[in-house]
């Protein structure tokens, strides 16, 4: 025998750890035995009659699971000093869904954290997976920290070879006697967000079956799938309860969500006080391209379950009661953990739509067709011919007397103000014209129907158009983002009453996407943007009596309006429901969405980075279709890069740094906040959002979700 262990032959000891039953045995191998070989070898040697269909061999040393069955063990470069586990792929997460309530779930470590949550939606009947991921619970003090500035015993260190250096996988089985942490120490305090694991006291409680949700918020399922549930192992008491004995099933109870939320979970609700804290939160994503076990998250370990792309594709009300309900849960507790601004106006409006949908949660709903509309029960056959019948005659566009040789023309004095370095913001008025998708600004109304040239000339197809809206200051503003030479130019716009802006505004978001004031949309983007407006002017008196609902102000607005309201906050917030008293349940979650998605900060992931080339950090929203350099302070737009001028986006590696390429010119930085794969994946993860097509029958394309987020290629 040679000193390494090795025999003559080649051959060597190689050790596993058989963590199901907490055994060690040793194998005599050679470096070309595959991996399904040693599986087998090491299933003859235990001679235990059970299902091993289910275990894989991971690498505690280099964090990494040896699921290519073919690949030897050289390929993998496993030698006689290794030791390897053999452990079940699926193991019980505790999943915090979008309304704070937590499930406890039978989830694959083994696979890409990408396909573990296309999984985990499957069973939960979230349609459009794609648009979610897991992330990590955050405590305040990550968010005073930059990552690389994290206190040490909060960071995950990496190893020369840039492996995760993270404790060993717990084992299935965790005798009474033993801490839930588990016998190797798995969620020892260095990690770096810390889960809450499953305490010994609460997993030998079963939960009444009157109520689905136990007093730690806490749900659980037991079936015995491999994807979703729970095996004997975790269940061995006969501990938790089925869902689908409650509520007619797993999809109604998650269709709709508790009032409140536990104390408990209300007081480790994060926060943020400024746009840089702000920014910090996304740290949390996990990696896309790895799976969850690979990046620290063990046995009994808790992830947050949330919408990650603010691109939400085909909401249907028929198809999408889970998803929607879901959607809506996220947006309100951005909201009230003031993620997100709002005035005090829309503040009352969301509390108002969500009295409604509170409301709404106990009364029989209508039933939805196809398209999400209102209508008697339809089968397929009906609809797809009705489908078909609007495909081949077209939809009625209008009901009244149109002149078709008319170009439509949108006229009106506005004030507007370009911004320029060192300018104060002053408004100057001019006589503005809407037509053929360019807006033309004359100093007055007689100029614009005579020869004189415009002074202002501005193209709004693929411009981003955004409301700056403050009804108690009477002040209803847009603001263009123009593409131009140099990036996209900031305008902005002051309309002098909310009829005027209800017009404007509609204008410049329909020419935005290249239609014009003749399409049929117009008269009910108008009246849309109308109402919405309405929505947030309260009623003279509210329909319900204020002593006949227990509102609890925290549940209903963010802090900072609390504070503000203090005795008077019921009476405000009733008098503004009564605009929405008559809204269905989906009505009203879907009305709350679209408010959301109309605020000015909506959609726009913050990330702390520093330009090379520059000595101080700046902010980067990232949105759905564009890149934004923005002032770490203020949030002021200094420059912004849409989409379809960027031609490649990298990142090195060695140094961390990204370069993202556009027509007009490349930019690299460096992210502070966060690792610069988060980066690349939430441009490359918008990309792939943006190649969705409306084929009912379109299959998800993981491998090109991959290829445009992993930054591996």
Same mark, same amino acid.
């Given at each position: ?399 009244? &007397?149109?002149?078709?040789?008319? /170009? !439509? =023309?949108?006229?009106?004095?506005? @004030? +507007?103000? $370009?911004?320029?370095?060192?300018? *104060? ?80 505004m509609a204008a410049c978001r329909l020419a ?33 009596? &204020?002593?006949?609902?227990?509102? /609890? !102000? =925290?549940?209903?607005?963010?802090? @900072? +309006?609390? $504070?503000?309201?203090?005795?008077? *906050? ?36 913050l990330f702390i980075v520093r330009f090379t ?101």
């Open positions: 025998m040679y000193s390494d262990g090795h025999e003559v032959d080649g051959s060597w000891v190689l050790r596993v750890y058989v963590t199901d039953l907490q055994v060690e045995r040793s194998l005599r191998v050679k470096g070309e035995l595959h991996i399904g070989g040693v599986m087998l070898r090491l299933v003859e040697d235990l001679d235990i009659a059970m299902d091993w269909s289910d275990h894989a061999l991971w690498w505690p040393a280099r964090n990494h699971w040896l699921t290519r069955t073919r690949s030897t063990l050289d390929q993998y470069g496993v030698a006689a000093d290794a030791l390897l586990h053999f452990t079940p792929m699926h193991k019980t997460l505790r999943v915090q869904l979008p309304d704070m309530r937590c499930l406890d779930c039978r989830v694959d470590f083994s696979v890409k954290t990408f396909n573990a949550v296309i999984n985990l939606c499957k069973e939960l009947g979230i349609r459009h997976p794609e648009e979610l991921s897991f992330c990590k619970p955050l405590e305040p003090n990550h968010l005073k920290y930059n990552l690389k500035d994290l206190p040490v015993k909060k960071k995950i260190e990496h190893q020369k070879n840039g492996h995760w250096n993270v404790s060993a996988d717990t084992n299935t089985f965790i005798p009474a006697s033993q801490s839930p942490r588990g016998s190797t120490g798995s969620l020892d305090q260095s990690s770096p967000f810390m889960c809450a694991p499953v305490t010994p006291n609460n997993r030998n409680h079963s939960t009444p079956i009157s109520s689905p949700v136990s007093h730690t918020g806490t749900w659980k399922r037991n079936n015995n799938s491999s994807g979703f549930g729970s095996t004997g192992s975790f269940n061995a008491n006969n501990s938790t309860m089925s869902l689908e004995a409650l509520n007619g099933g797993l999809t109604e109870s998650l269709a709709q969500s508790p009032t409140s939320i536990s104390p408990d979970v209300r007081v480790k609700l994060i926060k943020p006080k400024s746009l840089i804290e702000r920014a910090r939160m996304n740290v949390s994503w996990l990696d896309s391209s790895l799976s969850i076990m690979e990046q620290g998250i063990r046995e009994f370990d808790t992830l947050r379950l949330k919408f990650k792309f603010y691109s939400f594709y085909d909401l249907n009300p028929k198809t999408d009661a889970v998803r929607i309900n879901m959607i809506y849960e996220q947006a309100k507790w951005q909201l009230l953990a003031e993620e997100i601004d709002c005035t005090e106006e829309e503040m009352l409006m969301f509390a108002a739509l969500q009295v409604q949908v509170n409301l709404q949660a106990s009364v029989p709903q209508p039933t939805y067709d196809s398209n999400g509309a209102t209508s008697p029960v339809e089968d397929d056959i009906d609809a797809a011919l009705t489908d078909l019948q609007v495909t081949l005659e077209g939809s009625n566009i209008s009901n009244g &007397p149109s002149d078709i040789t008319q /170009v !439509p =023309e949108l006229c009106d004095e506005l @004030r +507007f103000f $370009k911004p320029k370095r060192f300018t *104060l913001k002053a408004f100057k008025r001019y006589w503005f014209t809407c037509r053929d998708l360019q807006l033309r600004l004359y100093k007055s109304r007689e100029e614009a129907g005579g020869s004189e040239s415009p002074v202002y000339v501005i193209n709004l197809r693929g411009c981003e158009v955004t409301p700056d809206v403050h009804l108690s200051q009477g002040r209803y503003g847009i603001r263009l983002e123009v593409p131009s030479a140099e990036g996209m130019t900031e305008m902005w716009i002051r309309c002098d009453n909310e009829q005027q802006y209800a017009k404007w935005a996407k290249g239609r014009s004031l003749a399409d049929a949309s117009y008269e009910s983007e108008v009246n849309s943007i109308a109402a919405f407006l309405q929505l947030q002017r309260p009623a003279p008196a509210p329909a319900i009596n &204020p002593n006949a609902l227990d509102i /609890v !102000p =925290e549940d209903y607005v963010a802090p @900072r +309006f609390a $504070k503000k309201f203090k005795g008077k *906050l019921v009476q405000r917030i009733l008098e503004a429901h009564a605009n929405v008293k008559d809204l269905p349940l989906v009505e009203a979650k879907l009305n709350y969405i679209k408010a959301w998605q109309s605020l000015p900060e909506y959609g726009i992931s080339g520059k000595s101080k950090d700046e902010l980067l929203g990232i949105a759905n279709n564009r890149l934004m350099r923005m002032d770490l302070h203020t949030g002021d737009h200094l420059k912004t890069w849409r989409y379809n001028t960027m031609k490649a986006w990298n990142v090195n590696w060695e140094v961390k740094h990204m370069m993202v390429q556009f027509e007009e010119e490349n930019i690299i930085f460096e992210c502070q906040s966060a690792d610069c794969k988060v980066v690349h994946e939430f441009i490359g993860g918008y990309i792939f959002l943006s190649m969705r097509s409306k084929e009912a029958n379109q299959t998800l394309n993981e491998d090109l979700f991959h290829k445009l987020t992993g930054g591996w290629a």
